[in-house]
């Protein structure tokens, strides 16, 4: 489905005081993260070359009210707790296509909400349904793109409410700084 980068991301505490300071050393207006060991360019380009994740050419499909399989999607999914989606991800049958449909779905959003897109909520929101509407070829979609978008807004709003955490993929800013540290440039990554 494309989410093999994750096999790569290390189980390790991390404190959050880290997060905070890579989040405030993060310009906006230049998509730029300024460290030490000098400014690391962010753009959708960098998470796909650095997380291998595929580029895609779609735009996520919009929710459609009208459409009876979107409104269908929606009442199952929308206000699931992340537990719930562990949970199935991990005894969930496969045996027809429905069943692997279903599958991917949960674990979309159990992607989405442990590591790309966390929030303060341990519940799906009405704006992760859009991602879950067609799951019949994740690779097509431009997550890169949308990773990248997600983590400029919510570090936006963290900076303009001085929030104490912030939320989106505060983990791609991380793992782009150890890689900074550990290997220099990102070009070659």
């Known amino acids: 489905m494309g989410f093999g980068f994750l096999k790569l991301v290390p189980r390790w ?23 030490d060991h000098g400014n690391i360019r962010i753009g959708p380009e960098l998470f796909q070359r650095v997380f291998g994740i595929p580029p895609g050419v779609d735009d996520f499909p919009p929710f459609d009210c009208g459409n009876v399989s979107h409104a269908s ?13 562990r949970c199935f991800v991990n005894h969930c049958a496969m045996e027809t296509v429905d069943d692997r449909m279903e599958f991917r779905r ?8 442990m590591f790309l897109c966390l929030t303060v ?23 890169p793109l949308h990773i990248f978008n997600l983590l400029e807004q919510a570090i936006r709003k ?13 983990f ?13 440039e990102l070009e070659n990554c």
Request: aromatic fraction near 10%.
């Open 13 to 35: 505490p991390v404190k959050q005081g880290i997060m905070v300071s890579l989040v405030k050393a993060y310009n906006t207006e230049t998509s730029t993260l300024t460290v």
């Open 73 to 85: 999607i929606k009442r199952r999914f929308h206000r699931l707790k992340t537990i719930q989606h």
């Open 106 to 113: 949960h674990f979309i959003l159990l992607v989405l909400k």
């Open 121 to 143: 909520q341990h519940v799906i929101s009405s704006w992760h349904i859009d991602i879950i509407l067609d799951v019949s070829d994740m690779g097509r979609y431009r997550w």
């Open 158 to 170: 963290y900076q303009r409410r001085n929030n104490k955490s912030c939320e989106s993929c505060i």
């Open 172 to 184: 791609a800013l991380l793992i782009l700084y150890f890689q900074k540290l550990k290997r220099g």
